[in-house]
């Protein structure tokens, strides 16, 4: 069974930073497409990073400059780095990983950045 489990939302400040975490059990993250979406209520869930399978890092053109995705293959998890946040970038975070057979996705973090 997979499973990914997102840690690290919270309430910051305007110019904040956080540190977003993903572990996955049940397959491996290595050599598949991985990433980090968002959604803000009354919208549509958007793309923040992601690592194609075999392909260079892709970014939100809203957050490019200011976020940073990570991952540490020997522990099977992802990180997303987050700097200078702003209010816009409040919405609930999720992680996933498209193993080309499935799509899994992780419960979803809650980011909220005050103004």
């Known amino acids: 069974q997979v499973q990914l489990v997102e840690s690290g939302g919270g309430l910051v400040q305007t110019g904040g930073s956080l540190r977003l975490s993903c572990t996955v059990s049940?397959?491996?993250?290595?050599?598949?497409?991985a990433g980090w979406y968002r959604q803000a209520p009354g919208n549509q869930r958007e793309l923040v990073a992601v690592?194609?399978?075999?392909?260079?890092?892709n970014y939100a053109d809203s957050m490019k400059g200011r976020i940073s995705i990570s991952r540490d293959n020997a522990k099977n998890t992802m990180y997303l780095q987050m700097n200078s946040l702003k209010p816009e970038d409040t919405a609930v975070y999720y992680c996933?990983?498209?193993?080309?057979?499935?799509?899994?996705w992780g419960q979803g973090t809650q980011v909220t950045v005050s103004s």
């Open positions: 996933y990983v498209n193993t080309r057979s499935s799509e899994y």
């Open positions: 690592f194609p399978a075999g392909g260079i890092v």
């Open positions: 049940g397959t491996t993250i290595y050599g598949y497409t």
